[in-house]
């Protein structure tokens, strides 16, 4: 309960954290211009609803604006990917699931360069199923926004992409929230992807076995808030290589249970700094790694530069267990000796093991708390493992109904989920579901 408290209590400098407005600049009800795509040559049950969406677009959000495409709650195929670019004032509304059928590379749906655009489903149920099972790693990506700015994306279920289920490329000023994302228990399943500024992502469900919600560079003024990471990967930033830039992050009330972490910043080897950071009101259980810096990743090769300057980087209010804390420990800040971090502080992070035993491991790491070294010299120094026991603040964290046990099998079909109307224990969603509305 005092956890819950505590959390609306820091609202306000929740939304201090993004450096403006985000999302589209005309209210939907002034986009009423209907563009239906059974005009267009579509129709449910298409084989192929792709070139339709393609003549829509043209057709339609170019001569007439503000615009609304809309397709119709119903099943479609699709075989020809589109790119969607330069449209302003315009909403994409997908009532429908579209399904895969084509291996050609790329995304499904680009949406380039779109300025004052929501893309959203009405009835909460309409979105995209990848069928990756039948194409694993050799296939479209399903949704990639593009420099664009002022825009939302909401209410859409993304399955089983055959590569990563949502990319946010560059760009600025978007809201992204009230999305069930479910992929492969494997990697390469990447739910959401970030890179721009000022951007609010919230109200997110993940399943899979890679990044849940990751900031990667270069970024400023990102608010990730209540996300539910359920048997995911975990959430991340990076992973990370030369010229890293990113700074103003914040990211708060994070679920996540299964999976590789509760959170990591990766990298091996790079430059450049990544910078004023909170990560608040964490809870995780059951992970393999709970909070973890490495920046000596051994899944990425080696990055030009001594390594990135970690600093200023603030772990707050975290309760979760891993599976095996000596095998893999709890907490490990695991910084470049090129360049060692300093001003990491870990306030009340709680983190602890299913077997009850744990280490923590620290190196070239400064700040407070675990095994951060104190001072102002930030000297390196080899990684230096510590055996300690059970945080006396730590309490068995808490579940929500709905947890998943187990991730999706590769190979056989996932089935489409609905869109969950909670993210994180005992908070309600930002905003309701369209449907609900
Ligand atoms: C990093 O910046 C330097 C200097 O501007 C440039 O030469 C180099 O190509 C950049 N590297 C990457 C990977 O962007
Ligand atoms: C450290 O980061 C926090 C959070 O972004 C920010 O509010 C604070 O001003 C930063 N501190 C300094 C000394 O820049
Ligand atoms: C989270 O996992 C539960 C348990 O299997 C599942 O019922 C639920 O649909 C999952 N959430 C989503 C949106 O996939």
């Given at each position: 309960m005092l956890r819950i408290a505590f959390c609306i209590l820091l609202a306000p400098f929740a939304s201090a954290q993004l450096s403006g407005s985000v999302g589209p600049?005309?209210?939907?009800?002034?986009?009423?211009?209907l563009c239906n795509i059974l005009d267009y040559g579509?129709?449910?049950?298409?084989?192929?609803?792709g070139p339709a969406i393609q003549k829509a677009f043209d057709v339609g959000t170019l001569v007439r604006v503000p615009n609304l495409i809309r397709i119709l709650a119903g099943d479609y195929d699709m075989q020809t990917w589109v790119t969607l670019t330069g449209g302003s004032s315009w909403a994409f509304r997908l009532d429908g699931l579209i399904t895969r059928t084509a291996t050609t590379g790329g995304n499904m749906i680009a949406v380039e360069n779109a300025y004052d655009f929501e893309f959203y489903s009405k009835n909460s149920a309409g979105g995209i199923q990848g069928a990756g099972y039948q194409c694993r790693n050799d296939g479209p990506r399903l949704i990639r926004m593009v420099t664009s700015e002022r825009w939302s994306l909401h209410d859409l279920i993304l399955v089983d992409s055959p590569e990563f289920h949502l990319v946010i490329q560059q760009g600025s000023g978007g809201e992204v929230y009230n999305l069930a994302i479910r992929g492969a228990d494997i990697g390469g399943s990447d739910g959401v992807d970030v890179w721009g500024e000022n951007y609010w992502i919230h109200d997110v469900e993940v399943t899979n076995r890679d990044e849940c919600v990751t900031v990667k560079s270069p970024a400023s003024n990102i608010l990730v808030e209540r996300i539910w990471c359920n048997q995911s990967g975990g959430s991340a930033m990076g992973s990370l290589g030369a010229n890293t830039s990113i700074a103003n992050i914040l990211y708060q009330n994070v679920y996540t249970v299964g999976g590789n972490q509760a959170y990591m910043i990766k990298s091996n080897g790079g430059s450049g700094t990544v910078k004023d950071v909170v990560f608040q009101d964490f809870i995780s259980r059951d992970?393999?790694?709970?909070?973890n810096v490495n920046q000596y990743w051994a899944s990425e090769s080696t990055q030009p530069g001594d390594g990135i300057q970690l600093y200023n980087i603030t772990f707050k209010n975290w309760d979760g267990n891993v599976a095996d804390g000596v095998q893999r420990s709890p907490i490990q800040i695991l910084c470049a000796d090129g360049a060692p971090c300093y001003d990491i502080n870990l306030d009340d992070v709680y983190m602890w093991s299913l077997t009850d035993e744990a280490t923590w491991k620290c190196e070239s790491a400064y700040g407070t708390g675990a095994c951060l070294k104190s001072g102002s010299s930030h000297k390196s120094y080899a990684v230096e493992t510590t055996t300690y026991t059970q945080p006396s603040g730590y309490t068995t964290p808490t579940t929500m109904s709905g947890d998943l046990t187990a991730g999706f099998g590769s190979t056989t079909l996932i089935p489409t989920p609905t869109i969950p109307t909670m993210f994180y224990p005992g908070l309600p969603q930002i905003s309701p579901l369209m449907k609900n509305k």
């Open positions: 600049t005309t209210p939907l009800s002034d986009k009423s211009t579509g129709n449910i049950g298409s084989s192929d609803i992970t393999a790694y709970g909070l």
